[in-house]
């Protein structure tokens, strides 16, 4: 990668002093970085990024009165040519999936080799996202299910079915529901096969996750 005749300008954000000075000297050994700011709070980083407009932040997710995701949302708001590097010890989906829609461009652990947060750093600098190997897999796990959910086909059921599975999930047997809906068993066992045809269920079990999942049934209703 070519190194860049301008240093880099860095501001850090995490509130373990420590961990900022172990950063901040270790990246003093590459001539393309330089850190110009350091904050131990969100609430300093969105002032001290307006007030010096760095080219790239590198901040933590958990911090005091304002944590990284929010401060990430507030420098994308007013500082946009700021590129947000996460270096967090969080590999969840959900925090990737928070500091991504907050606007970070690069996300890394600090468990990540040291090496890798300056290829991180100049990766973003050339207005291109990094992520390490554990948020690159998660983010395809994510981007999977989006592609699998959206491929396939709407389960339209009509207002009988749904009744019947209400029903079948407060453990009415296909005579009870016969009873109280004013039908012939034949007629509900009809009905049973065709609902788990329609939600690729292949028992009752089946039935009741479709229903909490699709919003149909809720044991707070049940009876």
């Given at each position: 990668?070519t190194?860049q005749?301008?240093p880099?300008?860095?501001?850090i954000?995490d ?31 969105v002032?001290?990024?307006?007030s ?36 967090s ?6 925090h990737?999936i ?13 468990s990540?080799d ?15 996202p ?11 796990e994510?981007i ?20 019947i599975?209400?029903l079948i ?47 149909i ?7």
């Open positions: 990668m190194i005749k301008v880099i300008r860095i501001v954000a509130d373990h002093a420590v961990f900022r000075t172990g950063l901040r000297s270790y990246l003093s050994n590459f001539p393309d970085c330089k850190v110009v700011g350091e904050a131990n709070n969100g609430d300093d980083l002032e001290m990024v307006r010096l407009a760095p080219d790239v932040v590198v901040t933590d997710i958990d911090m005091p009165r304002k944590t990284g995701i929010e401060a990430a949302a507030d420098i994308c708001k007013y500082n946009p040519s700021s590129r947000i590097l996460i270096l010890v969080h590999a969840s989906q959900q990737i928070n500091m991504v829609d907050a606007g970070a461009l690069g996300y890394i652990l600090k990540s040291a090496e890798e947060i300056v290829e991180a750093i100049r990766t973003l600098h050339q207005h291109k990094y992520f390490c190997k554990v948020a690159t897999e998660k983010l395809t994510i999977s299910k989006q592609l699998r959910v959206g491929s396939k086909e709407p389960i339209h059921l009509s207002g009988r079915e749904k009744e599975i209400r999930c407060e453990e009415y047997t296909s005579k009870a529901i016969a009873y109280t809906l004013n039908l012939s068993k034949r007629t509900v066992e009809g009905h049973r096969t065709r609902i788990m045809d329609k939600i690729g269920a292949k028992s009752v079990a089946g039935i009741i996750t479709f229903a909490i999942e699709n919003g049934y809720s044991t707070e209703l049940a009876h």
